[in-house]
């Protein structure tokens, strides 16, 4: 029979574990629920890998844990007879944080113990999600842990964040983070890190190099770049990857021209350079804060392509100053 150790026991009701994409949060809230179901932790708090709760958890059919994230959601689309592959989802819906209202009624499965709902990324619930969501978090019940795990604070209601304790998660060193990358098999993992902003997880997720380097054949073009080709080319690779390169793409020029250094595409250094040249500095800051509200957008499923030729066509626009 398990007892709830002193340290589980002070655990708060929710835990909303935030910070920048690809550092390992995700991971890290996995192993943290392992370790809250384990039967046997090690003194250190890691799970101990081998009793039958464990067992369970890492064949991702653990009675006491639930996973809350878009992926998850099974509303039979697929069976509506449409030959059109489903678009990825992006949200977590009402559906799914109501299916919880089961799960948080009964009881454990093992006596004194916790029951786990991970939720990520919170960001994915919607307004009626997050509504449903907060009922729970007001009347917690006994023995649940909620645990968020966000990317965007900021895109959470902050009825929610104030009922979680927050925790922010750190970016790894850069020596830690380079020697895991080196040990992946990653080769140019200097070169790769700078362009994942740090973030050693997004090197290995999201850093298609052949689209990187395709962005930037089709960023360097400047004010010659066709915006109608860029929209289609960039379209097929998801809104939040193409905007995620181009705005790197504009922070590496804003920072060329006013430092002469770049951050993210270390490779173009010098034709970043040229280009801020000819670059008017305040088209530039409202074309990032244009990107920056696009961004945000980004899981709203709008006309894509259009919303990207607009983007690039005030791209183009930027270059218009005269040299000297
Ligand atoms: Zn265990």
């Not at 509504?131 to 978090?137: A, S, T, V």
Request: some cysteine; proline content about 5%; charged content about 20%.
């Amino acid at each position: 029979m398990k007892k709830i150790s002193d340290g589980r026991a002070r655990l708060p009701h929710a835990i909303l574990l935030y910070g920048n994409s690809g550092i390992g949060k995700y991971d890290f809230a996995r192993q943290l629920a392992q370790s809250l179901l384990c039967l046997s932790p090690a003194s250190n708090g890691e799970p101990c890998g081998t009793c039958s709760s464990c067992g369970w958890y890492l064949q991702d059919n653990h009675p006491d844990f639930r996973l809350l994230s878009p992926e998850q959601d099974t509303d039979d689309e697929q069976d509506a007879g449409t030959a059109k592959k489903s678009p990825r989802k992006t949200q977590i819906s009402v559906a799914q944080v109501r299916e919880l209202g089961g799960f948080l009624e009964l009881s454990s499965h093992q006596s004194d113990g916790l029951r786990i709902v991970l939720i990520h990324p919170a960001e994915a619930l919607n307004a009626a999600s997050a509504n449903g969501l907060l009922k729970m978090l007001e009347e917690p019940p006994a023995g649940v842990v909620f645990i968020l795990v966000s990317h965007q604070i900021n895109r959470l209601l902050p009825t929610i964040i104030s009922r979680c304790q927050k925790i922010d998660m750190p970016f790894p060193e850069r020596e830690v983070a380079l020697s895991w990358l080196k040990q992946q098999g990653q080769e140019n993992a200097e070169q790769l890190l700078d362009y994942a902003g740090g973030a050693p997880l997004n090197v290995v997720r999201n850093v298609d190099q052949n689209a990187t380097a395709e962005n930037a054949a089709l960023f360097l073009q400047g004010g010659r770049l066709d915006p109608f080709l860029a929209a289609s080319k960039s379209a097929s690779q998801g809104m939040e990857i193409a905007l995620d390169a181009l705005q790197k793409w504009i922070y590496d020029l804003l920072l060329s021209s006013l430092t002469g250094q770049v951050r993210y595409y270390n490779q173009h250094a010098t034709a970043l350079q040229a280009m801020a040249k000819s670059v008017d500095l305040s088209l530039l800051l409202d074309f990032q804060r244009q990107l920056n509200e696009a961004r945000r957008n980004a899981n709203h499923p709008l006309n894509n392509e259009l919303q990207l030729e607009t983007i690039f066509l005030t791209y183009t626009q930027l270059f218009m100053k005269k040299a000297g």
